[in-house]
């Protein structure tokens, strides 16, 4: 079963920072694709960043350019979410899938977990 668990969230001012880390359960997570997705409340489920199973390539949502940065640490089994300049628009609950073998692709592997939430305001 590809069992993934969201961990990092909370409450945060505008312009804060969190690292979300997403970590597998029962199975290595080095020969996939990981992405991230949020949904806001009222919102469609819309992803944000993805990374290749070796992190040698990522992709962002227009909207976190420059903000997020995606990484890994296949030796932790474990892929993170770097949240600098937050906004209240980031809000929401944050979730971590597989996104194919090796390279990121529309490919949805397993399900969703519960998340974690990110509440940005002040």
Request: aromatic share 10%; hydrophobic share 30%.
């Amino acid at each position: 079963q590809l069992q993934l668990v969201e961990s990092g969230g909370g409450l945060v001012q505008p312009g804060g920072s969190l690292r979300l880390s997403c970590a597998a359960s029962g199975f290595n997570l080095d020969a996939y694709a990981i992405g991230w997705f949020r949904q806001a409340p009222g919102k469609e489920r819309e992803g944000v960043s993805c990374i290749s199973s070796s992190g040698g390539s990522t992709n962002y949502a227009d909207s976190v350019k420059g903000r997020f940065t995606i990484s890994r640490d296949n030796a932790k089994n474990t892929v993170y979410l770097q949240m600098n300049s937050l906004k209240p628009e980031d809000t929401g609950v944050y979730y971590c899938i597989a996104q194919g073998r090796y390279y990121c692709s529309g490919l949805r592997l397993g399900s969703w977990g519960q998340g974690t939430e990110v509440t940005v305001s002040s």
